[in-house]
C-alpha cells in the first residue's frame, strides 16, 4: 500500500466551479498535512498546510481533515484557469526523523 | 523570500559518468533535502542533512551520495550515472526542525543520462 495516495486525474472543472482534491494516508501517526501547487515546468510551492482535524480557510482555499478516516482533502472555490497544475499531497510521517511523504499529485485543469 | 538556487536547469551526461548538482540557499536554513521527480511517482527522497557535515538517507539512497560542508550548500553526487537516474532532481531546505516541514524548493534540474 502506497503511503499516500491520490488520484491522478486530470480533474477538469469549469471556471468558476469548486474544484475538490482528495488524498488518502496509510500512517496514523501522521501529525501535519501539506498541499503543494506545482505549475507545468516549475517547482512546488506550498499553498495550505493543517495539522488538526476539521477544515482550513485561505482564501478561496480550504484545507480538510479527518484523522480517523485517514484523509485529507483540499476545495478550491471560484476556480481560475490559473489554478490549473498539479496538487501534490504531502504528509509528516513521524518516524526515527521527520520525513515529508509526497502522494504522486493530481492533475486539475480549469476550462473557461 | 527564500531562494534556492540549483545550478543547472538542465544537464545531459553519459552512462558512467560522475555528475554533482549543486544547491545552495540563502536564508540560513538547517534543513536541506534533495528529491528526485518522475511521471507517476511523485516526489521521492533522496538524502536529507539537518545540519552541516551530517547525512541521512531517504527513500531511495543507492547510487548517489551527498556532500554539506557549508550550512548554505548541499551536493548530490551521482557517482556512477545511470539511464535510470534520468529525472528531475529537486533541491529544497526548510527551517528549524520544528517547522521541517514546510519545504522551499528550488526550480530542479532536469538530468539526461544517455
Known amino acids: 500500500q502506497k503511503e499516500v495516495e491520490q488520484n491522478s486525474g486530470p480533474l477538469s472543472v469549469p471556471e468558476g466551479a469548486i474544484a475538490s482534491l482528495n488524498c488518502t494516508y496509510s500512517d496514523r501517526g501522521s501529525q501535519s498535512f501539506f498541499w503543494y501547487r506545482q505549475y507545468s515546468g516549475k517547482s512546488p510551492e506550498l499553498i495550505m498546510f493543517i495539522y488538526s482535524n476539521g477544515d482550513k480557510e485561505d482564501g478561496r482555499f480550504t484545507a480538510q481533515l479527518n484523522k480517523a478516516s485517514q484523509y485529507v482533502s483540499l476545495l478550491i472555490r471560484d476556480s481560475q484557469p490559473s489554478d490549473s497544475a498539479t496538487y501534490l499531497c504531502a504528509v509528516n510521517a513521524k518516524t526515527s526523523y521527520d520525513k515529508v511523504i509526497f502522494g504522486p499529485g493530481t492533475s486539475l485543469s480549469v476550462i473557461p | 523570500d527564500v531562494k534556492v538556487t540549483q545550478s543547472s536547469r538542465y544537464l545531459v551526461k553519459r552512462t558512467g559518468e560522475k555528475v554533482f548538482l549543486e544547491c545552495v540557499q540563502d536564508?540560513?536554513?538547517?534543513?536541506m533535502f534533495w528529491y528526485r521527480q518522475d511521471p507517476g511517482l511523485g516526489l521521492r527522497l533522496i538524502y536529507f542533512?539537518?545540519?552541516?557535515?551530517?547525512?541521512e538517507k531517504g527513500d531511495i539512497p543507492e547510487g548517489y551520495s551527498v556532500s554539506r560542508e557549508k550550512k548554505e550548500r548541499f551536493s548530490l553526487i551521482l557517482e556512477s550515472a545511470s539511464t535510470n537516474q534520468t529525472s528531475m532532481y529537486l533541491c529544497?531546505?526548510?527551517?528549524?526542525?520544528?517547522?521541517?516541514?514546510?519545504?522551499?524548493f528550488g526550480s530542479g534540474t532536469q538530468l539526461s543520462v544517455l
Open positions: 536564508m540560513d536554513h538547517e534543513n
Open positions: 529544497a531546505s526548510s527551517p528549524p526542525r520544528q517547522t521541517a516541514e514546510k519545504l522551499f
Open positions: 542533512s539537518y545540519d552541516v557535515k551530517m547525512k
